[in-house]
């Protein structure tokens, strides 16, 4: 312990409460609500600085190969801290909005050519979790760190190759040992499930007096259509074939592991894993929420003007929210999944080796 320890040095405030330099004050005519400007966008860089911390570590945990049990649940923890770190992000953008868009144009020109473009941190949220180079927006033709410095070029390029979050967990995924155990195949007793499923409801359809031959008709092919999406989760090939338009992106084994975690969520040592999956999905749509709200701010803002970087302004960041979803897969499940009572039976064998040892 250090005795000499003070507050305002132990959190660097002399540096941190110095850091707002505001343009128009260089210029000559202060605008006041640049503070505001500079305070929010600080801030965001703060928040960005320790979802990469938390990324970082969960990175780390699924990068050992094998996943303990307890750093499991610290994942888990871990992702559900960034969710809500995400919540302040979007609350952040309401506190810009208390600037009104001429309070804004007063200092705007102020800031050419810097823009939020320019936030490596942010690049290197979106590269650790996952979101690959050919899923980008061009900016204004040029790939997206064309408008970085050269050390922040070199920081978020050398990003795009490591490991990411994504790639991560799909190999954690593949490595799920219950979708084969000894002579139960689970994509062999999920693909019974599911014809007898079907077939039951085609039942009700052809038998139903107060359909037409023309809504049986259209009914009839929609499980056809149906059964055909179905076919991805139970053929490799057909997989691979969604995978090459650009449909799907985990592998076979990795999507049939997070189905059999979300049909079974109940057994004991799934829970984690399930809760994994959807603080995953939560992040993804955490940043797609904040990037639409970001995006309606600009155009209350800026209009349809072009923003301080160049870019199109509102129309690429609406564009870019709509392409920047990492964990899209994890969302598909919810097509493929049955009621509790159609989903096949689990050998023993394995039930039990997902129950929590210790008895109570």
């Known amino acids: 312990m250090d005795p000499d320890l003070y507050y305002g040095g132990y ?36 928040w960005f600085k320790q979802i990469l911390w938390e990324l970082d570590e969960v990175r780390r945990i699924f990068g ?8 499991m649940g610290t994942a888990v923890s871990l992702l559900r801290r960034v969710v809500e770190i995400q919540k302040l992000l979007v609350q952040q ?3 810009l909005e208390t600037m009104t868009p001429l309070d804004f144009l007063d200092f705007r020109d102020h800031l050419f050519p810097a823009s939020g473009f320019q936030s490596a941190q942010f690049r290197l949220v979106e590269n650790k979790l996952g979101l690959r180079v050919e899923d980008r927006l061009k900016l204004g033709g040029s790939p997206y760190t064309s408008r970085f410095n050269p050390e922040d070029r070199d920081l978020v390029t050398r990003s795009e190759v490591e490991p990411s979050l994504f790639d991560l967990v799909e190999g954690w995924l593949e490595r799920t040992p219950f979708l084969d ?3 139960f195949s689970f994509r062999a007793a999920f693909q019974d499930a599911v014809k ?52 799907l992106r985990m592998s076979h084994r990795a999507f049939q592991a997070a189905l059999f975690i979300t049909l079974y969520r109940d057994q004991p040592a799934l829970q984690e894993p399930f809760r994994l999956l959807e603080h995953l999905m939560d992040i993804d749509e955490g940043f797609t929420v904040w990037r ?14 072009i923003g301080t970087g160049g870019s199109a302004g509102a129309k690429y960041l609406e564009r870019s929210a709509e392409r920047s979803r990492v964990f899209g ?10 009621p509790r009572a159609d989903r096949p039976p689990l050998p023993d064998g394995i039930t039990e080796s997902m129950r929590f040892k210790y008895e109570g």
């Open 93 to 95: 953008v309401s506190v």
């Open 196 to 247: 007898r499923r079907l077939e039951a409801d085609r039942a009700i359809v052809e038998s139903n007096p107060r359909l037409s031959d023309l809504e049986k008709a259209a009914q009839l092919k929609d499980f056809e259509v149906t059964f055909e999406q179905y076919e991805a989760v139970f053929d490799p090939v057909k997989h691979a074939e969604q995978q090459a338009a650009g449909r």
């Open 64 to 71: 050992l190969g094998t996943v303990d049990e307890a750093d």
């Open 11 to 46: 959190l660097k405030l002399d540096k941190l409460l110095d850091a707002q330099d505001l343009e128009s004050t260089k210029a000559g005519d202060t605008v006041h609500d640049e503070m505001l400007f500079i305070v929010v966008h600080q801030a965001y860089e703060l």
């Open 329 to 338: 897969d994890l969302y598909n499940l919810s097509t493929f999944l049955i």
């Open 181 to 183: 155990f000894e002579d």
């Open 292 to 305: 639409y709200r970001h995006a309606q701010m600009v155009l209350r803002m800026i209009g349809r003007r």
